[in-house]
């Protein structure tokens, strides 16, 4: 019985996350998370960053300041506020 439960469990928690991806991705905007840190260091970004810019999303975990370097410059100070 215990098993069972756990195992109806994990399936509904991989459903979640499978319909929690797929709405991430299908939403016609970014969406992204990053850390407080000096960098704001991406945790996580969708594919349609990728789609707009044509920076591999990849690029992004491996250079954590990326980010600031594609905003247009007259945004940067705006994009910086609080940092």
């Given at each position: 019985m215990r098993e069972m439960k756990r195992k109806n469990l994990g399936e509904t928690l991989k459903e979640k996350?499978?319909?929690y991806e797929n709405l991430l991705?299908?939403?016609p905007e970014t969406v992204y998370s990053s850390l407080p840190d000096e960098?704001?260091?991406t945790i996580f970004i969708s594919k349609k960053w990728e789609d707009w810019t044509g920076i591999p999303i990849e690029n992004y975990f491996?250079?954590?300041?990326l980010w600031i370097k594609t905003v247009h410059p007259s945004d940067k100070d705006r994009a910086?506020?609080?940092y």
């Open positions: 996350i499978e319909r991705e299908n939403i960098n704001s260091t491996e250079d954590p300041g910086l506020m609080g």
